[in-house]
């Protein structure tokens, strides 16, 4: 049986830890052993395959736990899931080598765009074929951060819920997880296929 939402633990119902959780996630970039690929798309698509089902798997095996005990796996889960996706974003990058253009802005964008793409308006235009990624304070990331955390967690209530049929959910959240980290990929591809901008004040470093 299932719970309402208002009755789930605020491990997630409280989207402000998520929204924490996303801006200490960012706020390192990881570093990657990815050479730059005369192929980078074909390079790109291989790795995002791989981390696709990783993250499935991960996202699955925590998902097993029954009831109360699978709650206390959302967050962890989501950590879990957005350090391969940001793993792969840094791979991709390297594969097109373009790694030294990838900033907070960038793995903000590829990782959460396809959750809460209006949470981006005032970070990313596109100009042309080219991304113009403005620079942001922290007061800024933390307003997208909390826009996407409230996307994330009205995502995770529903994970949380499906934890009461442990195998069916375990199935489904894996098959989530699998679909979030190809979208995360999508986004990642087209971003570093084209041209990157990153402006600050009147100055701007651009990759083609």
């Known amino acids: 049986m299932s719970k309402?939402?208002?009755q789930l633990p605020a491990v997630i119902t409280?989207?402000?830890?998520?929204?924490?959780?996303i801006l200490d996630f960012v706020s390192e970039i990881p570093g990657s052993r990815v050479e730059g690929s005369?192929?980078?798309e074909r390079e790109a698509q291989r790795l995002a395959a791989r981390a696709a089902q990783r993250a499935a798997l991960t996202a699955g095996s925590l998902a097993l736990p029954p009831g109360p005990l699978g709650w206390l796996t959302v967050l962890p889960?989501?950590?879990?899931?957005?350090?391969?996706?940001?793993?792969?974003v840094s791979d991709i990058a390297a594969a097109y080598g373009k790694h030294s253009v990838l900033g907070r802005e960038q793995m903000l964008w590829c990782l959460f765009r396809h959750t809460a793409a209006q949470a981006f308006r005032d970070l990313v235009v596109r100009v042309g074929d080219r991304l113009l990624f403005r620079r942001i304070t922290y007061t800024v990331a933390e307003r997208i951060a909390k826009t996407v955390g409230i996307k994330v967690t009205q995502r995770a209530v529903g994970n949380g819920?499906?934890?009461?049929?442990?195998?069916a959910?375990?199935?489904?959240?894996?098959?989530?997880a699998y679909y979030d980290t190809r979208q995360v990929a999508r986004t990642a591809i087209a971003m570093f296929s084209g041209a990157?901008?990153?402006a600050e004040g009147d100055t701007a470093a651009t990759a083609g």
């Open 77 to 88: 889960e989501l950590i879990a899931i957005w350090k391969i996706q940001a793993q792969m």
């Open 161 to 167: 819920l499906a934890r009461w049929l442990p195998v």
């Open 14 to 21: 409280d989207h402000s830890r998520v929204t924490q959780a």
């Open 196 to 198: 990157i901008e990153t």
């Open 4 to 6: 309402p939402a208002s």
């Open 169 to 176: 959910g375990a199935v489904g959240v894996g098959t989530y």
């Open 38 to 40: 005369p192929e980078p």
